[in-house]
């Protein structure tokens, strides 16, 4: 599928109508769906209805935004009013907001079109998409692997085509994980600059709304439409956005100054040889654009992950409380009592990982654990902070793999929960830290599998982020590649 820039210039000059675009988009789900299973509901009529207005716009000759009749996917925990949002879970299989979230309504307001909602693992809990309720969502470049997660369906659903850009949600590399699995380009914005009113919440201090897409520059745009202030989100921060596309350059020698650090935490034991040797190559080509490099150390990096698992699991069982049979979503039939409709509503309509982070939560926040678990991870997380500050006081970027390893067969990790926890230990420590991160494709290994390489920025330099990976992109040829469906 073309890209947005591509698909603007042909719905301005009027060479294809925004139905057109629409229908090719649906035609191609319909064809490539029961391969994938990216989409948990496909919005045929909703999309259709949203191009014909875009179509009206331009025989009326209006002004269109750059987004407008582009066919985007949504994952399926923002939610969309009168369009069910399960967030792959039984216990709101049959849930319709009777609101809009704040993303979905700029998405709209600007004019995409919605083609579907995307599998997910349930509640965003899981890196593989393997824990959705409702569907095992495949690897667009070998079927029989995962996607990567939570945000699987988004990822696959661009890589396969089947729509042009996607939303995802990134609590602990929910969306750069399964950019880099499935070979595409996934953002992390800094904690609080898009909105996460509508996001159903997993771990509040950490979920963070991004883009999917197959280019930076589509990226680049999709985020400038979702980013800014929102007066019904606390954590919404009051900045003013710029417009990211415009400032994309193919050349980095005039920033002849710019420093690129890499962190020598995240090499090593435990990180696959082809991984390590494609990053490293691409590091050097970022070296040979202009880059100054430099090895940097993050001493607490390797704290992350069991930080986040400490973190992220007590805010999810104060979050996922609400879901007790009486407001919304799945009740359990004939309770005896309001204890066992409690116990027998989250007991049917919850996941085993789902129940598992529970659990875990409900643990370290209790009494007697809370001062051992708890307050000493938060401490932690200040101290990883404190390392990435330290670190952008010598550099401007950071970067790393995304990814330990390429895209695994589904099924070879379910078994093993700590071995599926650590398919996140790149990413987790940058959502610890509130600050904005990329993953954009840098090679392939030896059976054609794709590898990601993570940028990570200082707060707010979304724009140098982009920047950087747009000049990497377009000095080589990884995002021209598509999977063989």
Known sequence: MSSIRELH?????????AVEITQEALERIQAVEPKLHSFLYVTADHALEQARRVDAKIAAGEEISPLAGIPIGIKDNLCTRGIPTTCGSRILENFVPPYESA?????????????????????????????????????????????????????????????????????????????????????????????????????SSLDQIGPFARTVEDAAILLGAIAGHDSRDATSLKVSIPDYASALKPDLKPRRKLKIGVIQETFGQGLDPTVEATVTKAVEQLQSLGAEIQVVSCPQFRYGLPTYYIIAPSEASANLARYDGVKYGFRAEDPDNLLSMYTGTRAQGFGAEVKRRIMIGTYTLSAGYYDAYYVKAQKVRTLIKQDFEQAFEK?????????????????????????????????????????????????????GLPIGLQLIGNVLREDLLLEVAYCYEQSTSWHQQSPLL
């Open 395 to 447: 550099v401007d970027i950071l970067v790393c793999p995304t990814s330990p390893t390429t895209a695994f067969k589904a099924g070879d990790k379910t078994a093993d929960p700590l071995s599926m926890y650590l398919t996140d230990l790149m990413t987790i420590p940058v959502n610890l830290a509130g600050l904005p991160a990329l993953s954009l494709p840098c090679g392939f290994d030896e059976q």
């Open 103 to 203: 993303v979905t309504e700029k998405l709209a307001a600007a004019g995409a079109v919605m083609v579907g909602k995307t599998n997910l693992d349930e509640f965003a809990m899981g890196s593989s998409t393997e824990n959705s309720a409702f569907q095992v969502t495949a690897n667009p470049w070998d079927l029989e692997r995962v996607p990567g997660g939570s945000s699987g369906g988004s990822a696959a659903a661009v890589a396969g085509g089947e729509c042009v850009v996607a939303l995802g949600s990134d609590t602990g590399g929910s969306i750069r994980q399964p950019a880099s699995l499935c070979g595409i380009v996934g953002m992390k914005p800094t904690y609080g600059l898009v909105s996460r009113y509508g996001l159903v919440a997993y771990a």
């Open 9 to 17: 210039r042909q719905l301005t000059r009027k060479e294809r109508s």
